[in-house]
């Protein structure tokens, strides 16, 4: 009674439908939730809640049924037999979600007075797979369009969008370096899509280490990009150089090193290198080294690649050289007072520098015994250097430079000063013997040679100086040194000791006249003793009256 009741209350209600559809989205394989819209009724007025689903053809399938105060019933068939739920507020849950159930939803409501349909149509997304490139091209020409791989999306709905990128930014085709070629495919059980798109490359230099993606953007969820792949990028050589490898000007004896370098890719490994007139090929490398040039070797050099003889790189070397030629070199002996002329030659790459090491350039118009010694020219240009030298001996006689005498500083000796000159180093001998005797050291063919005396009397002293070259002589006068002595203390006594000292000389004189008549007298006595014997005695008491008379005088002249 209760169901006939219902049912006739169905066909007495007015039957109302929202014609404005809306549209709810589900992700493939998923729960999906679908809205009963009962807003405009109260739930306690709600009789019979009811889903169905449009079937196609303008047929319906139903799927749950709710009456007030009783349990959903399930009526669903086929593919939605035991996927479908009813969940809060009357909303149909719809589990593992499909493509086809891209449809419409109706959710009918009954209630005491009318009824109302809710319909709501479903969409079904899928993202696609992970994105790959694959079949990948080993290596990309410049200028050829190449296949540059194939990306693909597989399994998404809708079907995706591929968009290739470099290095980040899209690439548009163009039908000249740029071609993309997209296919779908529809899986006929899944009904979902696979989208495949190649791109075919004509690369450029820049891209050696250019890196390519692909990309789609799907409408429900993030882009997806793939891992990034990069491509040997070959071309043939179009530019070449030759370097020369050295830490500085190429000096003869060095080791240099030419490096042919051209920019192809894969790089060329053989080259010829042009040595002068020689033509050398290098497999397997790039250098070729030549070991102790020469200034020979001076000039251009070529290299060139073996495959295209006329793309080819030039260098000029240049090999530095410093010759020096000192006249006259090694050991030179020369006399004492000659003239010694010296000539420096030097042939050179390029513009050098003396340097000579003495503090005025070494002109020798007339040698001395202190220009000996070792000498020595340096010349450079630029990190070149080379050094001459030799070895000057003055030799010569020795000659006495200057005799002199001087006081002692103790006023009791004098000391002689012989300054000689000479090489070797000459003997020095004196006429007198000394004592301290002091001799400088031998420094520039040079000798000074000194003694100490206490002449009683006046001498002539000389001084004597040989080598295997000759010998020299001087003298010098030395005065007593008791007369000087006394001369010197008569400055210093007053005119009355003056006087005392002349009274005495006199006395001095008288005494020499005494004897001088004394001894005359004697010679006399004795030529007449070879006569008479009584002369004789008699002349010998006078002679000695005489002598007594002498020494008294000599006495008196002492005091």
């Not at 009456?67 to 959903?72: C, F, G, R, T």
């Not at 003055?394 to 090489?423: N, Y």
């Not at 005396?453 to 040194?481: E, H, Y």
Request: with cysteine; hydrophobic share 35%.
């Amino acid at each position: 009674a209760d169901r006939n009741a219902l049912a006739t209350s169905l066909f007495s209600c007015t039957l109302l439908n929202f014609s404005g559809l809306d549209t709810i989205t589900g992700m493939y394989g998923e729960t999906l939730e679908i809205p009963c819209n009962i807003g405009a009724i109260k739930e306690e007025d709600v009789l019979i809640t009811k889903w169905k689903y449009d079937k196609g053809e303008g047929l319906a399938g139903d799927l749950l049924v709710k009456q007030k105060s009783q349990n959903v019933v399930d009526s669903a068939t086929d593919e939605y037999k035991g996927r479908v739920s009813m969940g809060a507020n009357s909303n149909l849950l719809l589990s593992e979600a499909r493509l086809s159930d891209q449809r419409t939803f109706t959710c009918m409501v009954v209630a005491s007075q009318d009824i109302r349909e809710y319909p709501v149509n479903v969409a079904i997304y899928k993202m696609p797979a992970a994105l790959e490139i694959s079949e990948k091209a080993e290596e990309l020409e410049i200028g050829k369009l190449t296949k540059l791989g194939k990306c693909v999306a597989a399994d998404a709905n809708p079907a995706a969008n591929i968009t290739w990128l470099k290095n980040n930014k899209p690439l548009v085709a163009d039908e000249k370096g740029i071609s993309i070629q997209a296919s779908v495919m529809v899986d006929p059980v899944t009904g979902l899509s696979t989208t495949t798109s190649s791109l075919e490359y004509a690369a450029e230099k820049e891209d050696t280490d250019a890196q390519f993606t692909c990309s789609t953007q799907h409408t429900e969820g993030a882009a997806l990009v793939s891992s990034p792949v990069t491509f040997t990028i070959t071309y043939s050589p179009e530019n070449i150089v030759l370097q020369v490898i050295s830490q500085g000007p190429l000096v003869e004896g060095d080791n240099v090193t030419m490096k042919c370098i051209a920019d192809g890719n894969p790089p060329p490994t053989s080259f010829n290198f042009h040595l002068m007139e020689t033509m050398v090929r290098v497999d397997d490398s790039d250098t070729y080294t030549i070991t102790n040039v020469s200034r020979d070797a001076t000039g251009e050099y070529k290299c060139s690649l073996i495959d295209n003889p006329s793309l080819e790189a030039s260098v000029d070397v240049k090999v530095n050289y410093l010759d020096i030629n000192l006249s006259p070199s090694g050991s030179i002996v020369k006399s004492a007072g000659s003239a010694l002329n010296l000539s420096l030659q030097i042939d050179a790459s390029g513009k050098s520098k003396d340097n000579v090491k003495l503090d005025k350039e070494p002109i020798f118009r007339k040698l001395t015994y202190s220009d000996s010694g070792r000498y020595e020219c340096q010349v450079t240009m630029e990190q070149l250097s080379r050094k001459a030298s030799f070895e000057l001996l003055v030799e010569g006689a020795p000659v006495i430079r200057q005799l002199s005498k001087q006081r002692g500083e103790d006023g009791q000796h004098k000391v002689l000063i012989c300054e000689a000159e000479g090489f070797p180093k000459p003997a020095v001998s004196w006429s007198i013997n000394g004592t301290s005797p002091v001799e400088s050291p031998f420094i520039n063919g040079k000798i000074t040679h000194k003694i100490t005396v206490v002449p009683s009397a006046n001498l002539t002293v000389s001084c004597t100086v040989t080598n295997k070259f000759g010998m020299d002589t001087r003298a010098i006068n030395v005065s007593s040194l008791f007369v000087e002595v006394r001369m010197d203390k008569q400055d210093k006594y007053s005119d009355q000791t003056k006087l005392v000292v002349g009274i005495v000389v006199g006395l001095l004189i008288a005494t020499m006249i005494v004897g001088l008549a004394y001894w005359v007298y004697m010679k006399k006595s004795k030529q007449g003793s070879w006569k008479t014997g009584e002369k004789e005695n008699g002349s010998s008491e006078e002679e000695k009256k005489l002598e007594e008379k002498v020494e008294e005088n000599s006495q008196k002249a002492e005091v």
